[in-house]
């Protein structure tokens, strides 16, 4: 899978999104800050949630009134975007009706998420996937058999561009929750990529660890939710991180991929360098005469750049010196007859 000319996937370092959701707090002001916000943190990427509340919450519904509260106009969001692609942040989103999904293409979006909620959805599933752009597909509280099947409508559009992510979408989420083997098990499943979707107490240690650990398990994008103000418990917090906390994630992250190393041998030039000067050699414990045969009772195997290994101790015993050998100097084969 492609996002411009970064490549994710098998191979390459794992993709870092910034998720705003509904942190806006339903001020475009705030949408932009937030996106600004992320680009200085070390994001590769920004989400947004587009929705229309009406064509997502029946008016009687209990949470119609939180929605209604955080609903950008249409006119806000194509400025909020318009500006945030100024950044050179690729811009991803939520996508949740046809109309925030036309706003998307007039604004360039780079790539669409499935929401978990929309993965038994086809008909809206295959308007997405029509667009041709990258398709993220939710896989949180589906079978992997509405997940098999979310993949088949995605593909019957010919979009081949297709990633999951595995996350649960409790606020906060428990870390013993997070099931960080199930990456793998998806990989193995359906030959995609997967992403993580970090959902933990943003104000905890782990928040910043989970992140690394997803990436050592397989995980080829991280989103990790951003606000401007924990403190202020606004709407999507919990899991959020403040600026810097989301660089040290950043950071962490990077470190840990470059502790991987390589599969095929754990020598480098370090290791190598130490084990030279510290590894054990043979040397003569005593002073060795010229001519007079070598016994076990000569030889100390002691820490020492030259000489022999000590499992090759044995091919000395008998052998005569062709000189006499100082005691502690390190011996090899060179010095006997």
């Known amino acids: ?6 490549s994710i996937g098998e191979g390459a370092p794992a993709f870092l999104l910034a998720e705003v959701a509904s942190a806006h707090q339903g001020e475009a002001v705030q949408a932009l800050a937030l996106a600004t916000s992320a680009k200085d943190s070390g994001a590769e990427g920004v989400k947004f949630q587009l929705f229309r509340a009406a064509a997502l919450v029946a008016p009687n519904d209990p949470n119609r009134s939180t929605f209604d509260q955080i609903e950008l106009s249409l006119e ?17 989103a939520d996508v949740f009706d046809r109309e925030s ?34 398709v993220l597909l939710s896989t949180g509280g589906c079978g992997l058999g509405a997940v098999e099947s979310a993949i088949a409508v995605v ?16 606020f ?3 870390a013993s929750d997070s099931h960080l083997r199930y ?29 690394a650990l997803a990436v050592a398990f397989g995980a080829d994008l991280v989103e990790k939710h951003v606000t401007l103000n924990r403190s202020a418990k606004g709407f999507d917090y919990e899991s959020a991180l403040e ?10 992250i990077r470190e840990a991929e470059a502790a991987f190393g390589e599969p095929q041998s754990t020598r480098g030039a370090g290791a190598e360098a130490y084990h030279r000067v510290m590894r054990r050699a043979v040397l003569a414990c005593t002073e060795l005469r010229a001519g007079e045969p070598i016994e076990r009772n000569h030889l100390a195997f002691l820490r020492n750049e030259t000489g022999l290994a000590p499992y090759e101790a044995s091919r000395l015993i008998g052998r005569k010196p062709r000189a006499d050998i100082a005691a502690w100097s390190p011996l090899t084969e060179d010095l006997f007859e």
């Open 76 to 92: 806000d969001w194509e400025d909020v975007l318009q500006e945030v692609g100024s950044l050179g942040l690729p811009l991803f």
């Open 172 to 174: 906060p989420t428990r």
């Open 243 to 252: 600026k810097d906390r989301f660089r040290t994630m950043v950071e962490l």
């Open 183 to 211: 990456i793998n098990t998806l990989k193995q499943t359906f030959g995609l990529p997967v992403g993580f979707l970090d959902h933990v107490d943003g104000g905890t240690t782990t928040a910043l660890m989970l992140p």
């Open 101 to 134: 999904l036309a706003l998307g293409e007039r604004v360039g979006m780079a790539a669409y998420k499935i929401h978990s909620t929309d993965m038994e959805n086809p008909e809206f599933i295959r308007e997405v996937a029509a667009t041709g752009k990258p």
């Open 155 to 170: 593909r019957t559009e010919g979009n081949e561009s297709l990633m999951l992510l595995h996350g649960v979408q409790n």
């Open 1 to 6: 899978m492609k996002i411009g000319d970064r």
